[in-house]
């Protein structure tokens, strides 16, 4: 019905950044929310920012001065600018949007996650 397919993931060196883009596709009416969760191994799965249509962007305090989640309602794409990266940020993250389809009815989604690692 929906599929998410996520980008911009890798290795990168602490202090360093990256761009990660979700985009949504399918059976689309509009889109509630979109945001990006991260998994570490052995850890539960966190939130590190959300955008919800119409209103203001919230995050983790753990990245809160560093990330910067922004959204394309145009392409259904969801971005999440990391800067100062350091160790703590290496995780799988994973894209989750909050979808009405076109046949009604509100839906989560999650994407296949990406890898970021940081390490020197």
């Known amino acids: 019905q929906v599929q998410l397919v996520e980008s911009g993931g890798g290795l990168v060196q602490p202090g360093g950044s990256l761009r990660l883009s979700c985009a949504a596709s399918?059976?689309?009416?509009?889109?509630?929310?979109m945001g990006w969760y991260r998994q570490a191994p052995g850890k539960q799965r966190d939130l590190v920012a959300r955008i919800i249509s119409g209103g203001s962007p919230n995050y983790a305090d753990s990245v809160k001065g560093r990330f910067t989640i922004s959204r394309d309602n145009v392409k259904n794409t969801v971005y999440l600018q990391m800067n100062s990266l350091n160790p703590e940020d290496t995780a799988v993250y994973i894209c989750?949007?909050?979808?009405?389809?076109?046949?009604?009815?509100?839906?989560?989604?999650w994407g296949q996650g990406t890898q970021v690692t940081v390490s020197s």
């Open positions: 399918g059976s689309i009416f509009s889109i509630a929310a």
């Open positions: 989750n949007a909050d979808v009405r389809l076109v046949t009604g009815g509100v839906f989560g989604f």
